[in-house]
Structures are given as C-alpha cells and as structure tokens.
C-alpha cells in the first residue's frame, strides 16, 4: 500500500500530526523504534503552548484533544493520563552547604504566575502516557501504526518515498519497506533526515552547552511542607510553589522539580557541559549516581526533599 505520508517519530509532534492528517482523509503510516508507553522528557506545557494545542482541536474538529490543553479539563476528560497541576513557575535560590533561607522581602524566591485558575492552568504531561495516548488517536483516527521497527534506508523515488527498517525484536529481524508521497521526519533529533538524505546537520549550533542528569523519582517531599516547617512559607502564596514548574536555582545550575498526581516527580539537575566532566564517565551507571549524590549533598534543603 503507498501511504499520503508517512511519519517517523511516535513522539506529541509525530502522533498530533499524524491524527490531523488523518482527520483530513489522509492514509498515513507513523513508525517509531520504541514502543508505547516509553520514557520521553518535555513534559511541562505553556499557555502559549496550550492555546495552540486548543486552536489545533478547533481547526481541525479534534474534540478529544480539547481537554489535554488545561489542568482542569484534563483531570475531568482524561482522569487515565497522569499529569501535574502547573499554576506557574517558582524559583528559589540555593547557597552551597546551606539550608534554604530567604528575606521578607523575597530576595531569593519569585513565584511566576500563569494561570488565574486552578480550572484554567497549564499542566505537566506524563509524556509516557499522553504520547501512548495521542498515538491511540491517531490508529483511531484511521493511521496505520508500526513500532518497534528501526529506519535503515530512506530513498527518493520519482513521485514520493521509500522507507525500509528492519524490526528491532531480534538479530537480523524482519526488513520491511512502504512507499509514500510525503516523508515526515518526526524525530525530533532529525535523525532519519538528516542520516538518510545526506542533510546538514546544524541542531550544533542551537545546542545550549549545558547538560542535565533527570529521572523520575517517588516519595520526593514537597517544597511548600519544607518551607511551611522552616517557619518560610509565605502567608498568602498566589498559589502553592509545588503547583508549578519548581525552579531550585543553584549557582551556575539549576534543578527542576514536576509534581504528578501519581506521586511522581520529574527532577533534573542541569549545569554547564564542562562541569559534568569532573564526574568521570557518565555513560556509566554507577558514576551517574554517585554525581546525582554528591550534587545533592551540596544542597541540603533540595537533599531534605529527596529523601
Ligand atoms: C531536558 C529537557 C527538558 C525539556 N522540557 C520541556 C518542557 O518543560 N516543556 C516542553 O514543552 N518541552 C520541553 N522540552 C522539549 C521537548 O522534550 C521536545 O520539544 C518534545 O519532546 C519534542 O517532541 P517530538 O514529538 O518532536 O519528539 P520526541 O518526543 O523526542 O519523539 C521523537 C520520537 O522519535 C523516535 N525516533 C527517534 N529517532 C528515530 C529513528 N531513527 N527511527 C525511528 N524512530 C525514531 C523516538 O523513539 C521518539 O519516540 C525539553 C527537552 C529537554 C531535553
């Protein structure tokens, strides 16, 4: 069967589209070497980005797309996907060796708010979850689906595309190949794109040179109980800095903390490229963790909350 398109990457950008051209009649196949649900970082929203995703659903009649875009909506529609409420952003500024402190005035916190409504707010995406979730909608929706399949060839032909990969199951897997008038190169990373058409690679010069070190975690206490315990919680929040996308900022470095209603909690530490080489290799386990341990140990209030 030759596809209208065809999209490599299961990815929010892949599956969305995917579900718009299929809403729009067309027959399109969306591959990807992972299977859902997988690990995939970005997963707080903006009202930029929610209002976006709102006028998509408008447009192109997605009426189940609508809820994904606020807090509120999401939890009544969608009650399976695990998401997090984000009322805005909080930042707080850290001192090596010392337990978080701050002045009346709030010289060293700042809370950012986006939203005037818990019903209304922005939210942060288990992407685990909503990516297997869009990519059920778009199958649903009418597009073919093969996962688990990794891209070994991409060629040109007269009218369109041939694309062949190779099931990544076993050794030696089963080599398939589809034909499409439009190629979609949903990576993200350009991968495909950029390895199979001999494009130019410039993603270099958008890199930032930092680097960050993330994972989710259980049991991470909430920040606003830390504050509240220390005698450092203001009277009258304009909402609670865990309801937000939690900024810890530490010198040169800063770590982010996403609260889901699971219980879970996205954490990262991000700092220039150069510092993470002082950790030795970290391609390797056991040299990430012990950077995540002496990281924290610098920061004893953010190490009070991580466990
Ligand atoms: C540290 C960090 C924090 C971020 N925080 C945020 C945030 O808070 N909010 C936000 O909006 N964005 C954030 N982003 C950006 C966000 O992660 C990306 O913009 C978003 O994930 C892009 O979605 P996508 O669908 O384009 O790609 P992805 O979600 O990366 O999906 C790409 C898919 O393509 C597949 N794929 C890749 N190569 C191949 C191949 N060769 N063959 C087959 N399949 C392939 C992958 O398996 C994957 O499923 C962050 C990014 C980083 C690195």
Redesign the pocket.
């Known amino acids: 069967m030759r596809y209208d398109a065809i999209i ?7 599956n969305l589209l995917g579900w718009i051209l299929a809403e729009c009649g067309w027959r399109v196949l969306i ?4 299977e859902h649900p ?1 690990f ?7 009202p930029l ?1 929610d209002m976006l995703l709102e006028r998509l659903a408008d447009h192109y009649g997605l009426t189940a797309l609508k809820p994904l875009a606020r807090w509120g909506t999401c939890r009544q529609a969608l009650p399976q996907l695990r998401v997090g409420k984000k009322r805005g952003f909080s930042y707080f500024q850290h001192l090596p060796g010392k337990p978080f402190a701050d002045t009346p005035a709030h010289d060293h916190s700042l809370m950012v708010a986006a939203s005037a409504s818990d019903a209304s707010s922005d939210l942060h995406w288990m ?1 685990s979850d909503v ?1 297997a979730w869009l990519y059920q909608q778009a199958c649903q929706a009418g597009c073919a689906g093969r996962l688990g399949v ?2 070994i060839n991409l060629q040109r032909d007269g009218a369109g595309w041939t694309l062949t990969a190779q099931d990544r199951a076993e050794q030696g897997g089963e080599i398939e190949q589809w034909e499409c008038r439009e190629f979609i190169d ?4 350009s ?2 794109a950029v390895r199979y058409l001999g494009l130019n690679d410039a993603s270099e010069r958008l890199l930032t040179r930092t680097g ?1 070190l ?1 994972g989710h975690f259980r049991g991470v206490a909430g920040f606003a109980d830390w504050l509240e315990e220390h005698g450092l919680a203001d009277a009258s929040p304009i909402f609670n800095p865990d309801d937000a ?1 939690q900024h810890h900022l530490l010198g040169n470095a800063w770590m982010w903390m996403l609260r889901f209603v699971d219980g879970t909690t996205s954490v ?1 530490f991000v700092q220039p490229t150069s510092q993470w080489g002082t950790f030795g290799d970290l391609a390797c386990k056991s040299a990430r963790m012990d950077a995540w341990q002496i990281l924290l140990a610098r920061y004893p209030s953010i190490y009070d909350l991580m466990h």
């Open positions: 490599v990457g299961s990815g929010f950008a892949g591959v990807d070497r992972e997988r995939a970082i970005g997963e707080s929203s903006t980005g992407r990516d990794e891209v949903a990576t993200g990373s991968d495909v960050c993330f996308a990262g």
